[in-house]
Structures are given as C-alpha cells and as structure tokens.
C-alpha cells in the first residue's frame, strides 16, 4: 500500500502581487495563512449520471466526509476544466488490476499529478457517458482501503464500469481565496476554485475598491509631504529621514491635508539634542509626533484658543523651532513643530475639536511603522494607512514572515516580522493598508533597516 502525507502542508499558493495605480494592499496575517496551507484529498473518476447518488452514499457512510470545509473547491469537475497536469491521461488496463502493482503500489491508487482517465475503464456499452472527476475528501479523513471498499458497496457505480473505479490523490488550498485573481491562479494551478465575491480573512474587496478609487488622487501629494518633514528633520538633526502626514479621509482632495511630521528621536526637551546613539526618544519617532499633534489641535479647538509658534514667513530651512518655555512633563511627546513644513500646516485650517481620536483620518507614512507606532495608529482608530518602504526588520504591519535572523539585503522587501498589527482579529481596531509600488518608492529615502521607523 502506498504511504500518503495525510497532515496539512505549507507551500506558496499567491499569484502576482495586486498592485492597483502605484498602491500594493498588503495581506492580513490570516490571508497569509491561506496563501501557504494546502491539504491532499482523495478524487474519484465517475461516470456523471453516478455523481449524485454516489455522494449521498459517501455521506451516509461517512460522517465526517464535510468535517474540514472545501466549499471553496468545485465537487465535481469536468476532465476538460482540470489543470494541465492533471488532464493527461496514463495507460490503464481495466483487465489486468497489476499493471501499476510496481509504481503505485496499488491499481486503484494514482501519484499525484497523473491521471487514469476513467473512460478507458468503461465498457463498451456505456462509454459515451460523461466522465466527471469527484473531490471526496482530504485523505485523513477515510483510509484508502475503506474508501475503495465503500465505493465497490456502491451498486450504481460497479454497473458503468468493467472494474473498480480509478481513485487518486492531489494537493488543494485549504482555505478560501480572498481574491478572484486568487481562485483564478488556483483554478490553474490546483483544483477548479470557486471565490464568493467576499474576504473571510481580511478587508472586503469594496471597501478595498472605495478607498483606492479615492487614495489614487492624494498618495503621490501627501508622500512628497510626508518625504519632505523626514528630510528636514534630518537636516535639523532632530531624527532619521522618516516622516508622516495625516489627513481627512473624507475630504475630496489635497486640501484635506491637516498634519505633517518628521522624525524627532534625538530631540529632547532638556537639550537641542541627545546624540545619534541607542533608539533616541521613543515618542519622537514621526508617527506619534503626528497623533499627538492632532489630539493637541483638538483640544486648542474646544478650548478656543490657537497652538502657540511663529510660522516660518518663506519656509525656508534656518533652524529648527524651540519653544522659550519647555515643559519638561509634555515636551518629551514633542507635539509641537519643530520645522519650518511641519509650523506651516500646523497652523492651517481647524481640526473639529469634537472628533473622537483619528477616526475618519488617513495616515501617510514614508516607512513602515515600527510595533509601538502600528499600535498607536491601530488605538488612534484611523480609516487607512499607506507606507512607502518596508522596514523589513522592525515594521509592524506586515504580516509575511521571515526566519529569523533576516538575513536579506537592507533593501529587500521579501521578509518581515510578520505581525500583521493592520487587521487581526484579537486586536479591537481594523483598517485596511497599502505599500507604494516599486516605482512609487524610488523617491522615499532609504534608512537603516534596523531603526524603528
């Protein structure tokens, strides 16, 4: 008897990477985990007018036939809509059961990736029956034995066939596609895929749609912005080259724009700053600047009153903005700007001070936020985010994961945490995210793949 691998196996099922106008959506953890598990199953060829009454008797005889869930794989198929490799036919010889005794072990049994087509064991007089290809079940769930046995106990089925039917095995996606490009690529690949129009594992595909129809006319603006406030922070020495902006997700253009922010890690509020070692002020880092700097616009809203500073006339860069009157109880959130692009936009329009946290809001970040930044953005409840580069070593969002230690270039974009913060069910906040396309990131600045952006 041949020796199967009844236990789940872990192998890349994902087509192409969806890219949509210069925006990659990146995949929830979950969605990650349909993309590496697949489970064999047994497959039996059969005569169609057989098909129903067959599959009540596996039913009846199995309990446990639908106990793991392949609603998402087509029951019967058509040897014609098979993928390639299995429509091949092998030479089969009804009247001689040994002739696969050597290969397989076993004449009712086939190896993967072949297939007796089950017509060449018909007799003669039912031959021009259609022959359909049934899916029975992952082979843990019945032993091959007492499958064969219940498929001779089945009467209808011995009276199309000269000899007992041709059972094999194949590898199929355990999990439901979560794109219709993905049960396209898996049709091909694997088994005839079936996708319901919905996501069980992440963001549905039109909420998706809506907000790259509207994000498509903004990502390119407010990522030069958000490049800029990182560029100079740099120039300031206040932190990396990393910034952020934050703006109105409901406004329909660039005007909706409400913050920008830069890096700040090295700026203290005892010192211009602390030096370029260790991981700096940790409330600094350019994400957190810029929801601290919309929870303090709000609060200048309900109370009144404007944020306090002097707007740079030109905005050209001189020096970095330090408040006369330090506190050294607050400054250390640094929710105050600190450079001329980040006074400017501090000072534009109103944010509503009766808004609940970030809701509505969309963040724009040049780099993947580190674990503490995607949990500040996940409690701050924004509607999106977009990143421009993958922090392959400390980035938060992304839910593939590499073995540790990575060991890929600074520039790969291959690997990662694998935390998914974005979208996971444990967590009480969901938002969808997206990455810049290759040719979007060619104008955010590369930095040391080991800071926590």
Known sequence: MGT?????????????VVKQDGLVRLKTKLEVKTDENVVRV??????????????????????????????????????????GHLKEPVPFNITNPNVYSERDSSNSLRSPGTLARPSQGCNS???????????????????????????????????????????????????????????????????????KGSNPFGPHPSILSRAEQDLRSKVGHFMSLASQAGTQAKTYGLGDEVGAVIADGSAPDSGSLMIVAGDARWRCPVAESVGCEGRGNVMGHAVMRAIGMVARRRLHSVEGANPEGTPFGDGKVTQPIVSEKMDTTTDAFLEQPLTPIENTFYHQGAIPGDGYLCVGLDIYT????????????????????????????????????????????????????????????????KL?????????????????????A
């Open 4 to 16: 199967l691998a009844h236990q789940e196996e872990h192998v890349c099922l994902s087509p192409e």
């Open 42 to 83: 047994w497959v039996v060829d059969i005569p169609a007018k057989c098909a129903s009454g067959l599959l009540d008797h596996l039913r009846q005889s199995f309990p446990d036939l639908d106990k793991i869930n392949l609603q998402h794989l087509r029951r019967f198929v058509k040897p014609e809509f098979l993928p």
């Open 125 to 195: 007089s039912s031959s021009s029956h259609a022959i359909l290809s049934m899916l029975v079940s992952p082979t843990r769930i019945i032993s091959e034995d007492v499958l064969a046995d219940n498929l001779k106990a089945f009467g209808p089925l011995l009276d199309y066939l000269d000899g007992p039917p041709i059972v094999w095995t194949t590898t199929v996606p355990l999990l439901p596609p979560n794109t219709a490009e993905q049960a396209e690529y898996w049709s091909q690949r694997y088994w005839p895929t079936v996708y």
């Open 366 to 429: 040049t780099h993947e936020p580190c674990v503490m930044c995607s949990m500040a953005v996940l409690h701050s409840r924004f509607r999106g985010i977009v990143f421009g580069r993958r922090m392959v070593r400390t980035g938060g969002l992304t839910a593939e994961l590499a073995p540790p230690p990575c060991t890929h270039s600074p520039n790969s974009e291959s690997c990662g945490l694998g935390y998914g913060m974005f979208w996971r069910g444990e967590l009480n906040w």
């Open 432 to 452: 969808p995210a997206w990455q810049l396309e290759d040719q979007g990131r060619s104008s955010i600045p590369d930095v040391d793949q080991n800071i926590h």
